[in-house]
């Protein structure tokens, strides 16, 4: 049971263009989600987040936007640089016991041809 | 500040072997968690450590073991080896709650099995 998807495993782009990718959810009591940024032979690094409360979040070329009835958040890249090229991963937190565990999406696969 | 220190960066086994992984989490941080990564199941989680006590666990079968010390370094044993537990294995440290302290991971240990 997939609770975190990301239904496209690869997204190609010009570099200076927007880059969206896409997750959807399946659980409803999810109120809190991130976008780790994932390059070869590393491990994933925190991009940005955002807060149910919330419809956006934006941090620099990143914004992340939050459809709460549709069970649906993007990340937009503007403008796509080269360097942006990696594994971008969708998770959200899940708890028991004040023990906290991420489910992330399967991962889109982002390349920015120059 | 050090990030997240997982040791060794690769190994080799052997099915029915067992091998022991090693983590260092970022000075401060009392949470490990580790997480398996494979092309096709994506990132899941393994178990979550805090003060030396195991709070969560995924679902892995009972080859999969872990422990902290007492200076919150961490192991993950996997006993018994399947040519299906080749994998990046990553080690993640947070000081609390997602929502004020994301995952940062480390750079991981590629496991493969022959």
């Known amino acids: 049971d997939q609770q975190v998807k990301q239904n496209s495993p690869s997204l190609s782009v010009q570099e200076g263009r927007i880059s969206i990718l896409n997750c959807d959810y399946t659980n409803s009591m999810f109120d809190y989600f991130l976008w780790y940024k994932k390059y070869p032979a590393e491990g994933p690094t925190f991009l940005i987040s955002i807060s149910s409360i919330k419809d956006k979040n934006e941090d620099g070329r990143f914004t992340v936007f939050l459809n709460k009835s549709a069970k649906h958040l993007s990340l937009h890249i503007v403008p796509s640089q080269p360097g942006d090229s990696a594994v971008y991963f969708c998770?959200?937190?899940?708890?028991?016991?004040?023990?906290?565990?991420?489910?992330f999406g399967k991962g889109t696969k982002l390349t920015v041809n120059p | 500040k050090a990030g997240v220190t997982q040791t060794p960066r690769y190994l080799i086994k052997t099915r029915g072997q067992q091998v022991t992984l090693s983590c260092s989490p970022i000075?401060?941080?009392?949470?490990v968690s580790w997480y398996q990564q494979t092309p096709g199941q994506g990132l899941q989680f393994l178990f979550e450590y805090f003060s030396e006590t195991q709070r969560n666990k995924g679902n892995f079968p009972g080859r999969f073991s872990g422990r902290q010390f007492s200076n919150s370094r961490s192991e993950m044993n996997v006993s018994t080896l399947e040519l299906g537990d080749s994998a990046l294995y990553l080690c993640a440290s947070s000081l609390g709650q997602v929502q004020n302290s994301p995952l940062h991971f480390g750079n991981g240990t590629r496991l493969t099995v022959t």
């Open positions: 998770a959200a937190p899940t708890s028991r016991g004040g023990s906290e565990k991420l489910v």
């Open positions: 000075s401060g941080h009392r949470s």
